[in-house]
């Protein structure tokens, strides 16, 4: 049982596609070799664009919220996949503590955690929430829309400081659901024997996109010599711009540059392929999440002219964090449509096992623009 996209793009099948379903059995093949050498990452939701001549990774999310977007369907497969990723790191496991973000609010995300916990107790585990929240000291229970309820617990460090758990509650493994944008609180450093994931390193307060980038490139360059493809149709041009203040303006030449220089090397592929679309670049945080700091440029002049309500957008991601480092990437359209609105595939993974997906649906954005953003909605 494997998850197809029900692809909205309906006409004959493009060339980089057939291409690559073509090439299913090296491709398959070629993983497997892949994943001997390299650690999956223990689950990660991809967002991807697809205009046809290219199909594109954007974003890797490695703490995905979302999955109560996926297909009930796919529970079977979801849980398959958490059974093969536990067993590698604590294959006697009992106990699960798992850490979502801080935003008790928000309803649509407390959904996702309670598909997370459905998950991993089908895989046998006794799963509790720990919160990173000063705000609750005892725990609380949280109403869902459905009707069902999560309890948040304190987190406590044991007597002797080296593991991190529940009152009366030991794991062998702590999944972090919070992407650390705030930076790494100091409960969740010097554990011992306690395995967790992903790592403290995964996290905005460290992580950045550009680093990502330039590590998928490479896998591009890789992957485009196996199935004989120009790399370039599945991997966007990056930049990187930094000391960045969109309030004081600082760092606009360098930031006007890089996006010149990004479109020029787009036009030069549209021109190579006879593409009549028009080049665009999003500028983004080079840690955010959560679609914010994020603008879609068409020419190097937009990013001097920033209005000041443009400038406050940009100069802030989650947790108020100021933004001061950017990266400039190719914008890749999206040609897949449902009920008349722009869409984008988001895929997800559990270890190296794809377990859904859904599309990312936004009626009042365009081909070329973030579809991450209030209004979106999702389906299966």
């Known amino acids: 049982m494997v998850p197809h996209l029900v692809t909205a793009l309906n006409g004959p099948l493009l060339e980089l596609e057939k291409k690559i379903l073509d090439a299913t059995p090296a491709i398959e093949r070629w993983f497997r070799l892949e994943w001997q050498e390299h650690t999956p990452p223990f689950y990660c939701s991809v967002d991807l664009r697809n205009s046809g001549f290219k199909l594109a990774p954007v974003d890797t999310n490695l703490f995905p919220g979302g999955f ?3 297909a009930p369907e796919m529970l079977p497969l979801a ?4 059974m093969a990723a536990i067993d590698k790191y604590c294959p006697d496991a009992r106990n699960l503590l798992l850490i979502p973000e801080k935003h008790t ?3 649509f995300y407390l959904q996702n955690v309670a598909r997370l916990m459905q998950i991993f107790r089908q895989t046998g585990l006794n799963v509790r929430l720990g919160t990173l929240s000063d705000d609750i000291t005892e725990p609380t229970t949280l109403e869902l829309p459905d009707g069902s309820t999560l309890t948040l617990e304190p987190l ?3 007597a002797n400081g080296r593991r991190l758990g529940l009152k009366n ?3 062998c493994t702590i999944l972090l659901n919070n992407d650390l944008s705030a930076g790494i609180p100091s409960i969740l450093e010097n554990l011992h024997e306690q395995t967790l994931l992903p790592p403290l390193h995964a996290g905005w307060a460290v992580r950045r996109k550009t680093n990502h980038f330039a590590a998928y490139d490479e896998v591009a360059k890789k992957f485009g010599k196996l199935i004989d493809i120009d790399p370039w ?11 960045i203040n969109f309030h004081e303006r600082t760092g606009e030449e360098c930031l006007a540059q890089n996006v010149d220089a990004v479109l020029a090397k787009i036009r030069k592929k549209y021109k190579e392929y006879g593409i009549k679309e028009t080049p665009f670049v999003i500028v983004k945080a080079d840690n955010g999440t959560y679609g914010m700091g994020i603008m879609t ?4 002049s937009e990013v001097k002219d920033l209005n000041r309500k443009q400038r406050n957008k940009m100069s802030v991601v989650k947790e108020g964090l100021e933004v001061s480092d950017v990266i400039i990437q190719e914008g890749v359209h999206t040609f897949e449509h449902i009920n008349e609105s722009v869409a984008e595939p988001v895929v997800y993974m559990i270890d190296r096992y794809v377990v859904g997906g859904f599309y990312r649906v936004h009626s009042e954005r365009g081909v070329d623009e973030n579809l991450n953003s209030p209004g979106a909605h999702f389906v299966p």
């Open 68 to 70: 109560n977007n996926l």
């Open 79 to 82: 849980v398959q996949a958490a």
């Open 105 to 107: 609010r928000n309803t």
């Open 156 to 158: 406590e460090r044991s």
């Open 169 to 171: 509650f030991d794991p």
């Open 233 to 243: 149709m599945v991997n966007p041009y990056f930049a990187k711009c930094g000391g």
């Open 297 to 300: 440029v068409r020419d190097a």
